[in-house]
């Protein structure tokens, strides 16, 4: 079945960086764009960025664009979001999605929580 | 950005009452739309896609509709695992926008 689970959360100083993966299993990772979503603590979601099946076309949310860069890596099966010059507004659950078609998210992983706080 | 208006945000029902759910887009965005449920402290999952495709696996008790830029999300008869909170979603284009959610309490 399909399988997304996300690691590299944690807690981080405003100013300083993070790199998220998502390890992808159970479906053609090569076949599939592939999405992160966020979720602020008791807040509603916010889709943050988006990478085709191939990996060449991204698009950013404007909140992120500059800060953040989403890559893949076919070889491994593996999602990553590399967050630079993060925020307090960043602190949320980071979700990664599959997407079979482009913005609609069929399957989540469980999220990966980031705190940014001095 | 297109800007996503749910209504209400919250709503008091039973098991077995019908209940809909209203999401309001800015501007036109075709069929573009889904519906995701979310339980407390789960993932997001998703229901309904291109405004009432039933995704695999979701009960047919689920179902949405449109009409002009007003979308509609409806549960026939609701059971007690629907209690959790409803979020739609444009797809049209990036950014991909969210409602704010509708909280569904018993």
């Known amino acids: 079945q399909v399988q997304l689970v996300e690691s590299g959360g944690g807690v981080v100083q405003p100013g300083r960086s993070l790199r998220l993966s998502c390890a992808a299993s159970g479906f053609t990772f090569s076949s599939y764009g592939m999405n992160w979503v966020r979720q602020a603590p008791g807040k509603g979601l916010e889709w943050v960025a988006v990478i085709s099946y191939d990996g060449i076309n991204k698009y950013y949310a404007g909140s992120v664009k500059g800060r953040f860069t989403i890559s893949r890596d076919i070889s491994r099966n593996t999602l990553d979001l590399q967050m630079d010059s993060l925020r307090p507004e960043d602190t949320a659950v980071y979700f990664c999605?599959?997407?079979?078609?482009?913005?609609?998210?069929?399957?989540w992983g469980q999220g990966a929580l980031v705190i940014v706080s001095s | 950005d297109i800007q996503m208006t749910q209504s209400p945000s919250s709503l008091s029902a039973s098991v077995g009452d019908r209940v809909t759910i209203t999401c309001r887009a800015s501007?036109?965005?075709?069929?573009?739309l889904n519906w995701y449920q979310q339980r407390s402290g789960k993932a997001p999952k998703l229901l309904i896609y291109?405004?009432?495709s039933l995704q695999s696996g979701v009960p047919s008790r689920f179902s949405g509709s449109e009409s002009g830029t007003d979308f509609t999300l409806t549960i026939s008869s609701l059971q007690p695992e629907d209690f959790a909170t409803y979020f739609c979603q444009q797809s049209y284009t990036t950014p991909y926008t969210f409602g704010q959610g509708t909280k569904l309490e018993l």
């Open positions: 291109g405004t009432s």
């Open positions: 501007q036109s965005i075709s069929r573009y």
């Open positions: 999605a599959r997407a079979p078609d482009w913005g609609v998210f069929d399957s």
